[in-house]
Every structure is written in C-alpha cells, then in structure tokens.
C-alpha cells in the first residue's frame, strides 16, 4: 500500500457556504474521482441556497440558514474507474460513457466544469464537449456555463511586462499576451477555443477559462513528494531540483474551488481569470516551509536532471514546480468577496496545510505509554508495537544518553561568535551528566529534554511508545501538563506529548523473579537484575502503586483507560495473544504503508517461503512415496517367501507320500535279510566282508528268482 486510506478532511469546511443563487443548478464535472475535482465537487456540494441580492443581505441569509438547507448545486460527473468510494455528495457518477451519450448528459446540465490543470488526457474531450454543447445551442432549454480549469503554465514562457522592471507580476488583464510552456501549447489552444465559443451568444451560451495556479491542501498532490519526504524523516536533507529561487503561483484547492463558485453565482463580464493566492514564494521557501514543519528543515539542491529520476513526478509536474511566473489575480480581487482559506500562500499557511495533509490521509501519530513492574516484558512489548505500526521507542535512559552525544557534539562544534549558546550547551550537558553519576531521581533538565523528544518532529509525524515511564503521579504532571499563561495558576495537558492509549502489564512476584533467574547474565547485568537490585526495584514499584495518586490515576483524571495485561507466560503463542489485544485495543496503522521497495522485499520474502513451503512439501511427498514403494515390496518379498515356504511343504508331503510303499517294501523284505547277514559276518569275521554278506544274501534270498 503505497497511500494511505483518506480520512475525514480538516475542519476548514464545517460550516455551509452559501451559494447566492435563486434556483438549484445542475454541474457537470470531469474526473469528479481526481485530486483537484474531487475537492471543487465537494465545495459546491456543501453549498446552500442563499439570496441573490447584495452581499450587505449575507449575514442575513446565514441567520436563515437553519430554516433552508436546499443544496445549491446537484454534482454529476465522470469517474475515470469505478471504485467503492464514499461519493454521497455525487448525485450520478459515469463511467466510459460514448459521446452520444455524454452529450446527452451535458445537456441536461446547467453548469459544465472540464479541469485539465491535471489532467491532460481531458484535453480532446474537453475540446470535444465546448464544440458539442456549441453546434447544441438553439436545443438548449435555459443558459449554460461552460467554465474550463485550465493552469498557469500557458503563461510560463511569457516575455517580461516591464523588461525593466522584472518584478511586476501578469495579470489577468493582458492573458491576450501570454506565452505557453512548450509542453502546454494544447491547453492554451484549448483555452482560445472555449473563448472563442462563449462569443456567439453570452447570454445563452457563456465561457470562461480559469488559469489556475498550481494546488495545494488537503491531501497534497503535486507537492505530496516532499510532504512525505519530510513525514518520513527517512532522509536528512530534502531534496531541491534546480537553484529553487523561481517563483511558483500557487492556490490552496479550496480556494479554487471558491473562485468556481463565485464565476457560477456572478458570471462576470471577463471570460479569462487568473486563479492564484498573494503569496508569490519560492520553489525553495516552500520547501523548506514544509521541511521544517515535519521534518528537519534541511534542504539539499540538486541538478534539475535527477528530477527525471523520481518516480513520484510526471513530466509536467517537473515543468510545473520549475516554473517562473509572478503573478496577480487581478479579476478575482475586483470581482469577487471570496472567504480566502490561504489567501497569503503555502508558507504563510504552512500549519493548516500541513494539519490538513495530517487529517486527509489519516497519518495522525499514535502515542502509547507502556508500564509494569521491572522484568515484566514492557521494552519487548514495546519494540514489538513500534515494529508493527512504525513508532518510535522511546525511553528515558536512550533519550539522555542521544541528548549527551549531541550537546557534546554541538560543543566541540561551537561557533566562537555564538558564545551564549554554546554555554547554555555546556550547562545543560553538565547537568545531565551530573544528574546520571549521582542518580538522585529524575530531575527537570531530565524531564524537559523527554519533553523535547516527544515534540520533536518524527515523534509527532509518526507517533511514539514511551517505555517504562513515567513512574509516579508527579512525574506524569511535569510531563504532560502545560501551564496557562493568562496569569491562573491552572494546568492543562499537552495534546501532542500526552498519549492515547496506557498500556499496564503486570505479572506476580514469584513469575517476575523465577523470570530474572533464568535471564542470561548478559541481560542480567545489562537491565540491573542482580537478586538485591532487583527487589529493591520491584519493592519500590510496589510502593509507588500503592500510594493513593499513582501514574493511573493520573491517566484516568485525563479520560485516558489503562488497558490492564497480566502476563503469566513467556511463550510465543501467548506473546502472539497478546499482542493480538493491542492491536484490538489500538486500532489500525495511521502510515503511508510499506514502500514500493518494502512491497518488493516482502514479495519476495513471500516467494521464498512459498518455495521453501514448496520443496519440504514435495520432499515430503517423495519421502512418503519411497515409504510407500518400501512397504509394498517388504510386503510382496514376504508374501513370496510365504508361497515358498507353503511349495517347499507341499513338496516334502508329496516325496513323503511317494516314499511310504519303498519304506514298506525294505522294512518287510530286505532288513530282516540284512540284519541277519550282519549279524553272522560279525561273527564269522571273514578276510572280505562284503563277499560275505553278499554271498550270504545269495544263499538266504526270501524270493526264489528262476536262474
């Protein structure tokens, strides 16, 4: 997500404009979905119906308001894509509509708005539409208004009024000599052509072109790069393409939207109005006006080719913020009463504009305290907070020890003609070191340089988690409360510095020191954790809790609900679990999201776990395939042997039963023969035995053979 989601906008346009017409007009407005006609569709909008007559009779219409709220103007438009968008103040929205039927909606309109200060791509059907709705006059029902929003760059190559006199700015009253931006020569093509059409006939059929300066506010768009450049804080240095000392018009888009207004309600008699605030600033003052208020104030110039490099500029943004031009709305002041917003410019406006771009895009700071006994797990806590909403951790001990390096640093750096400073430095830097080598407590300098760090820009773009402090009712006080200087002793608390949500982990003693004992000693004597220390530490926690004006009842008197944890594990599940609450508790991030190269890191950290998930998943497989193949064959090799085995039996039982009627015949026939022939040659002991028995066999033979 590289942009974050739009919120409410500032409350510059709370109260109900009223628009001095006598009937409700319908406008048409193009890219009604885009920066700057989002903005001007929502002005109109928010208009009422008031009277006609004479602006002595405003403040007469505004005490009527509560008895009509009528809407002035009824907005339809073109989106260019369909989104879910809350557009309730858009009665119709159109989406690639032909020319047939757009014209058709043209026509029923009162009011046409074509805004090509940004979109350039509108060109040809802006051109297209004044044409249409011209050669449609004599089917026109009523008058119509054609107003184009063109931009200044039409002016931007314009020879000098006065070639002695450099600094007179252009007027409105000699647009007939202005010279275009080689990259503008179609829009002021355009421009002679709208004016050129609202000749014909004025009073059915009226044109008028607005050059507008370039837009700021709510939001931001064309100078939203170094909004966010300097909300981050993730450079040091703002970068300047080109010497910055050229000359930008400028105008808040509300304020824009107020001359739109004012041209429908009076239809003045010039067609051609430059629409730019009195500010006439520099590239660089704007710059460095928005630096400053969120960021570091530093600024760093840069060769006007690497503006090429920056993938947040189009061409003609690049040719718009290197723009020349003093300028003077001429018409505007003569014409109209406008309600300026920013009449004196970005710089003179930076708070409002930068509150507005705060509120717009919903980077509102979320400031959290995290507390609990010693060992409890606040500081693991709170990185975890600071690593999932992108906040700052900041503790007391860091704090000092970062104000330290930086006095001293700012000491050996003095400049010799700036002795007071240097010695307020040197003060303060004692004092601090003082205050840590004897450790009486925390003392004022101590409080105030955390105070220091709270207001500090990244602290109040971002926000912040306060670890482990404050520690007592007292110290809370000095913190967060302000006092009134209208001569009253009363307090209040700072808004900026005071946070939103109060964290308050705790868990038993005997959890907390079994916890301190299985440290390694690493942390042990990192954090302070030796046995005595530690008790005397949690003993003195104890104490302080149990005072009758503690840090929660402080937070409580400020409407601030402490979100009570108790933890009684150190396991990850449980550390997930608890986390899941505060996120519960705290809400969604309020930041710009990752970065481009953020999404593609985490795209491709996404893809090497989807691979790793994806190889120990087929390795898996595999494994239980090869598992699978080694059982089948244990199986078959054992059912083989078992078949064996079962042919080998049957064998020996066939050869068994072949073998019975020979066994019978030996036994019945020829051992008892034999036996007997043994036993007689045993006795005879012949020279040769073996004739012997077979001689004695011959003679004895039971079966008489025919010789």
């Known amino acids: ?76 438009g073109t989106v260019s894509h369909p989104s879910e968008e809350d557009r309730t103040y858009v009665l119709e929205e159109y989406f690639l509509l032909s020319r047939e039927e757009l014209l058709s909606k043209l026509m029923d309109c009162d009011v046409v708005l074509y805004n090509i200060s940004q979109h350039p791509e509108q060109l040809e059907e802006a051109l297209w539409a004044v044409s249409a709705l011209h050669n449609e006059m004599e089917r026109f029902s009523g008058p119509k208004l054609f107003i184009l929003i063109s931009t200044v760059m039409t002016w931007a190559c314009s020879k000098p009024v006065d070639p002695d006199d450099l600094e007179l700015p252009f007027t409105d009253e000699i647009f007939w000599s202005r010279r275009p931006h080689p990259n503008f020569k179609p829009h002021i093509d355009l421009e002679k052509r709208v004016v050129k059409m609202g000749k014909t006939n004025r009073m059915l059929f009226s044109t008028y072109v607005v050059a507008s300066g370039l837009q700021y506010g709510m939001g931001e768009q064309l100078f939203h790069y170094y909004f966010k450049k300097s909300w981050l804080g993730q450079e040091q240095e703002i970068s300047i393409f080109g010497d910055g000392k050229n000359i930008i018009p400028t105008i808040h888009i509300n304020d824009l939207a107020s001359v739109v207004q004012n041209i429908i309600e009076h239809q003045p008699k010039p067609y051609y109005l430059i629409a730019v605030d009195g500010s006439n600033n520099t590239m660089e003052q704007i710059v460095k006006a928005v630096a400053s208020e969120l960021g570091s104030g530093k600024i760093q110039k840069k060769p006007i080719d690497e503006a090429y490099l920056v993938q947040d500029f189009s061409v003609a943004e690049i040719d718009s913020m290197l723009v020349n031009l003093r300028m003077e709305a001429v018409h505007i002041k003569k014409l109209f009463s406008l309600s300026w917003l920013c009449e004196f410019g970005l710089v003179e406006n930076i708070e409002l504009v930068v509150e507005e771009y705060r509120q717009v895009r919903g980077l509102l700071p979320i400031r959290l305290c995290v507390l609990g006994p010693p060992a409890v797990g606040k500081s693991t806590v709170s990185k975890k907070i600071c690593e999932h909403y992108k906040l700052h951790h900041i503790t007391l001990k860091d704090t000092i020890s970062e104000t330290i390096s930086q006095l001293e640093a700012a000491v050996k750096k003095a400049d010799p003609d700036a002795k007071d400073s240097a010695a ?12 840590g080598e004897q450790n009486e407590g925390v003392l004022d300098e101590q409080l105030k340089v955390l105070k220091d760090k709270l207001m500090s820009n990244p602290c109040r773009n971002q926000g912040f988690v306060l670890d482990d402090f404050p520690k007592t009712y007292e110290q809370a006080k000095e913190l967060f409360e302000v006092e009134e200087h209208d001569g009253a002793s009363q307090t209040s608390y700072s808004r900026k510095v005071t946070p939103e949500f109060v964290l308050y982990l705790d868990a038993s003693d005997s959890f907390l020191m079994d916890r301190v004992m299985n440290l390694p000693e690493r942390l042990v004597q990192e954090h302070s954790y030796e046995p005595e220390l530690f008790l005397k530490r949690l003993a003195r926690f104890r104490e302080n809790s149990a005072e009758e004006e503690t840090v929660d009842n402080y937070f409580v008197e400020m409407d601030i609900s402490p979100l009570y944890l108790e933890i009684t594990s150190s396991h990850k599940p449980d550390c997930s679990l ?16 990752p970065s481009s190269q953020e999404v593609v890191e985490e795209e491709e950290r996404r893809k090497a776990e989807q691979r790793i998930r994806t190889e120990i998943q087929e390795r898996t497989e595999e494994e239980q395939k090869e598992a699978e193949e080694a059982r089948s064959r244990a199986k078959r090799w054992e059912d083989w042997i078992k078949s064996l085995e079962e042919v080998r039996q049957q ?30 040659c045993c006795r005879a002991q012949p020279p040769d035995p073996v004739d012997f028995l077979a001689e004695y066999l011959l003679k004895n033979n039971p079966f008489e053979y025919p010789q």
């Open 1 to 76: 997500m590289a942009t974050a989601p739009q919120q409410q906008t500032a409350g510059v346009m709370a109260e109900p404009r009223i628009a001095r017409i006598k009937q409700p007009k319908k406008v048409f407005m193009n890219s009604i979905d885009s920066y700057s006609s989002r903005y001007i569709s929502k002005l109109l909008c928010e208009c009422v119906l008031g009277a006609a007559g004479p602006e002595e009779e405003v403040e007469e219409v505004q005490e009527d308001l509560s008895h009509s709220s009528a809407a002035a103007f009824q907005l339809v």
């Open 424 to 435: 307020e430095a040197q003060e303060l830097l004692s004092s601090l070191k003082d205050a």
């Open 578 to 593: 608890l986390m899941q609450k505060i996120v519960d508790t705290v809400g969604q991030p309020r930041n710009y999201g």
């Open 651 to 680: 064998e020996e039982e066939q050869l068994e039963a072949l073998s019975v009627p020979m066994r019978s015949y030996l036994m019945e026939h020829v051992l008892p023969t034999l036996t007997q022939g043994l036993t007689e």
